[in-house]
């Protein structure tokens, strides 16, 4: 099983593949004290994976999701279109669409006997636009 994440704003795209994500998960939130089914809703989804260091001239993605983790709520680049697909034998198993998802938490982590870091992304739907969160699947991989 592999991921594909995408993320596009205004004036960049971010590409993590397989050889980068080590899990993902997607997680629909609502308040765990309710008795009936809650109208506050929230989508939630969490990547993590491996820091590889870039060679000959490649772009380090996870860099840029550092940078846009940085990026204040009061610029429209905070929120950005993220595709999450879960690929499982030339197959999509999920595909998971935030419209309009913002960083909550970023951490890189490193160390010195690993040889690699790693990166943990924690990221929302906005929601007032929760409603535009798309989930899909079941479908060949490009």
């Known amino acids: 099983m592999g991921f594909r994440l995408t993320i596009e704003g205004q004036n960049e795209t971010i590409s993590l593949g397989m050889d980068n994500i080590t899990t993902a998960h997607f997680k629909s939130d609502t308040p765990d004290d309710s008795n009936a089914r809650a109208t506050d809703l929230g989508s939630i989804m969490e990547v993590t994976g491996k820091i590889i260091?870039?060679?000959d001239g490649e772009p380090d993605d996870t860099m840029k999701l550092a940078i846009w983790s940085q990026v204040s709520a009061e610029?429209?680049?905070?929120?950005?279109?993220?595709?999450?697909?879960?690929?499982?034998?030339?197959?999509v198993v999920r595909k998971v669409t935030f419209p309009n998802a913002f960083?909550?938490?970023y951490?890189?982590?490193?160390?010195?006997?690993?040889?690699?870091?790693?990166?943990n992304l924690f990221i929302k739907q906005k929601k007032d636009k929760n409603e535009l969160v798309t989930i899909e699947g079941g479908y060949a991989a490009e």
Do not use: C, M, S, W
């Open 53 to 55: 260091t870039p060679v």
């Open 75 to 91: 610029k429209a680049d905070a929120y950005r279109n993220v595709i999450l697909e879960v690929i499982a034998g030339d197959q």
């Open 103 to 105: 960083v909550v938490d």
């Open 107 to 119: 951490t890189e982590d490193f160390g010195h006997t690993e040889g690699i870091g790693t990166f």
